[in-house]
């Protein structure tokens, strides 16, 4: 095939009269997050009518990732780029997705991207860095087409190489669907956007006193009662097993994976009404639409509590091929230290025999948990040094830095503020790699960034308090500290203005930002 296209693509350079392209500057370009290493050679790539995709057809994946690419440029364009497909279509220039080998392509996310007069060759090992060098092109294609040089309009992609792999291998954001229930549309519309961006995990927090939002077979009040409300009193809602399969999928053709979070002892008065044996608060459990913390907690020391942690594990796990299975462990201010420890301990064996690898927010470090689990740092930095004495990996997402529901500034809309404001210039000027005291680079598995919904209750809110901060994180968590830098960040994210437009984002304009 790639010899065809070759054959078919000289075939018609005979015929091509050479273009006049304007010089171009690709280390220039805005792309977030900034790559690796830019190096431009000044030329264009005229994407247009007589464009064609290929891709390897033989490793997994690519053939979609390919696929991916055409929607998004008929989105962005309207051509139609046949993928995989010579056709009869005249061939004047030809994208590229190549499966290889190559030892400068470090992981399984890295890609390399040459881009000539000609071609625009992109290689990665396995389709997930395919699909992150996808994101890379979408953003390197102009808005408006040059309808000057020839007779149809032309899409200048500047030429020149770039070769790219992550700084962190986890990049994260949640969203907390228990507190505001958001639909499976909604949620859709957030995997594209952090897609785009290169994150690779979305944290669903799917349970808290307010509601309980994935249905269990075993168990069908949790649902039925436990999601039948939110913040504010509205009517809740929960994901049917099919829609949260859906949603997995969904995730998964965009290269991001699920972790779903269950989260015990404390934050779970909505599965205490659906089950009162659940209980370990010593007061009846009501429905709750309020705000506060702290007030519920689990049996820690009922079997049946763990009968249930079971079966819910268990459901939630044989949905989700992701490693992960987070079970929260926050703020369990009414369980007793030695109560706690003890289920976190009895928790993380049921977690591992279903296959998966725990994550719990900071806390759960102070149980006896093995070096395999995962330690969120949210809150404490003594925590995150009781992680790494225990050899685990630590997600960073300081409330300070990281976390989407903190308002802007006085002015927000949306968002609290009991860490502090976050304007997208704190948000982004931060270093994760040396943020907390005593937590070595190496026990850092990546960053993540929490939008929890208390203040928020539909999409357009919640794109308010994400946008344009998700961005920021995007970039923390993907390059290489030596290349960020506020100043040129700040200009590359003035420019996100057309996309997030065209996305119909609700983004907050935050006048620290000179918004194209
Ligand atoms: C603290 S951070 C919480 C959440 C709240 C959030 C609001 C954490 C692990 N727990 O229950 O929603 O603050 O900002």
Redesign the pocket.
Known sequence: IVLLGLTALIACQEKRKPINFPTTDLAMENMIPKPVKVIPTHTAFGLDQNTVIYTSQTEKGFVEVGQFLADKIKDKTQLRIPVNNTGEAQVDRIIYINQSDSTDLATDEAYQLYITQDSLILNAKTAEGAFRGVQTIQQIIPEVSNDTLVEHPMWLIPTGKIMDSPNFEYRGSML?VA?HFFSVEDVKKYIDLLAYYKYNVLHLHLSDDQGWRIEIKSWPKLTEIGGSTEVGGESGGFYTQEEYKELVAYAAKNFITIVPEIDMPG?TNAASVSYPILNGNGKTPQLYEGTH?GFSTFDTRKDTVYAFIDDVVREISELTPGPYFHIGG??SHVTKKNDYIYFVNRVEKIVEKHGKRMIG?DEVANADVSSNSVSQF?ASEKNAQTAVAKGMKVILSP?KKA?L?MQYDLESKHG?H?AGYIPVDTAYVWTPERYAQGLPLENILGIEA?L?S?TISNISELEYLAFPRAIGYAELGWTLEENRDWENYKVRLANQAPFLERMEVNYYPSTLIDWK
């Open positions: 907390d507190r934050h913390v926050d703020e927010w949210w409330a976390y529901d609290l009991w929490p929890w208390e």
